[in-house]
T-cell receptor, first 111, second 112 residues
Framework: GQNIDQPTEMTATEGAIVQINCTYQTSGFNGLFWYQQHAGEAPTFLSYNVLDGLEEKGRFSSFLSRSKGYSYLLLKELQMKDSASYLC????????????WGAGTKLIIKP | DSGVTQTPKHLITATGQRVTLRCSPRSGDLSVYWYQQSLDQGLQFLIQ???????AKGNILERFSAQQFPDLHSELNLSSLELGDSALYFC???????????FGPGTRLLVL
């Protein structure tokens, strides 16, 4: 079956680094997306991985290991505005290339 | 600003009523997706249209229907509304059907 797991909630300190993990099981992996969603707002695209390895974009990096069905989003130099939910989504060939969404990880940043 | 627009931003209605939500995709995008997000819940995929044709269906109730018009804007129709239909409804668009999805600001529906 298809399944995506992320921690429900994480807490981190302003200025620190946090890693949000995502594990997945799908019938036909075809890429993994990370989105950020502030409460009551639309998800915004952060990163896309389809090959193994690390993709870096400023303070945010995303890593993928296809053999392990595992990804993480790394946020550095945390700012208060990074308080949001982070959604992991996997594109699945077996579902006509639809995105299978995780429930999201709510990240709380403390001063 | 993603370039995807949705109207209205807020909608308050009563149980049993029918509403229509509207979405205009980013310029050049052919695919439109509809999602439902209830309070503190994850995104639930409802339906996808590509260039006017239904491409994929998710957990869409029979009371809900959608269409995409020749100018590529899309409408989501919700009928016989129930209290549990209160949620944020997002529209997203992508170039064809396999690229990054960009989300509109959403319509917040409250059924009283």
């Amino acid at each position: 079956g298809q399944n995506i797991d992320q921690p429900t909630e994480m807490t981190a300190t302003e200025g620190a680094i946090v890693q949000i993990n995502c594990t997945y099981q799908t019938s036909g992996f075809n890429g993994l997306f990370w989105y950020q969603q502030h409460a009551g707002e639309a998800p915004t695209f952060l990163s896309y991985n389809v090959l193994d390895g690390l993709e870096e974009k400023g303070r945010f990096s995303s890593f993928l290991s296809r053999s392990k069905g595992y990804s993480y989003l790394l946020l550095k130099e945390l700012q208060m505005k990074d308080s949001a939910s982070y959604l992991c989504a996997v594109r699945d060939q077996g579902s006509n290339y639809q995105l299978i969404w995780g429930a999201g990880t709510k990240l709380i940043i403390k001063p | 600003d993603s370039g995807v627009t949705q109207t209205p931003k807020h909608l308050i209605t009563a149980t049993g009523q029918r509403v229509t939500l509207r979405c205009s995709p980013r310029s050049g995008d052919l695919s439109v997706y509809w999602y439902q997000q209830s309070l503190d819940q994850g995104l639930q995929f409802l339906i996808q249209y590509y260039n006017g044709e239904e491409r994929a269906k998710g957990n869409i109730l029979e009371r809900f229907s959608a269409q995409q018009f020749p100018d590529l804007h899309s409408e989501l129709n919700l009928s016989s509304l129930e209290l549990g239909d209160s949620a944020l409804y997002f529209c997203a668009s992508s170039l064809r059907g396999e690229e990054t999805q960009y989300f509109g600001p959403g319509t917040r529906l409250l059924v009283l």
